[in-house]
């Protein structure tokens, strides 16, 4: 979800080469998208009409069905303040307008890493232990 529509096009454009992307124009579709989707990561602007990225991160992280899904926020919003707000509510990740796409493809990449490793970890763990008490 980004608020300027060839901001979020270029995204989705660079990313549509490696993954399945969704987009949404504000932040009340992006959580409907997101609980009938069940997406693996998120992108979220800070500035977003309907309900802003902070707020649709607080909606997020506070659903028990959705709150495992990483969130990047990205912002113009440089200061501390701001970064420490976003964080606060849950993200994943904040980064700073203007990136480089090649910085946010590779946080991307360690997310979905990340989750993808932590799956295989607790789908090991919790077989292994559901085999031997059986």
């Known amino acids: 979800m980004e608020d300027h529509e060839e901001l979020a096009?270029?995204?989705?454009?660079?990313l549509a080469?490696?993954?399945?992307?969704?987009?949404?124009e504000n932040g009340k579709k992006a959580l409907e998208i997101t609980l009938e989707k069940m997406p693996?990561?998120?992108l979220s602007d800070v500035a977003m009409s309907e309900?802003?990225?902070?707020?649709?991160c607080k909606a997020v992280k506070a659903d028990v069905n959705i709150n495992h899904i990483p969130i990047i926020m990205l912002t113009a919003k440089a200061d501390s303040e701001s970064k420490l707000e976003g964080l606060s509510f849950g993200a994943n990740d904040y980064i700073v307008k203007p990136f480089s796409i090649d910085e946010l493809k590779l946080r991307v990449e360690n997310l979905l890493n990340l989750q993808n490793r932590q799956y295989?970890?607790?789908?090991?763990?919790?077989?292994a232990t559901r085999i031997k008490y059986c």
């Open 9 to 14: 096009q270029f995204i989705a454009g660079n």
């Open 17 to 24: 080469d490696s993954y399945h992307v969704l987009t949404a």
């Open 40 to 42: 693996n990561l998120i």
């Open 51 to 56: 309900m802003d990225g902070f707020e649709f």
């Open 120 to 127: 295989e970890y607790f789908q090991k763990n919790f077989f």
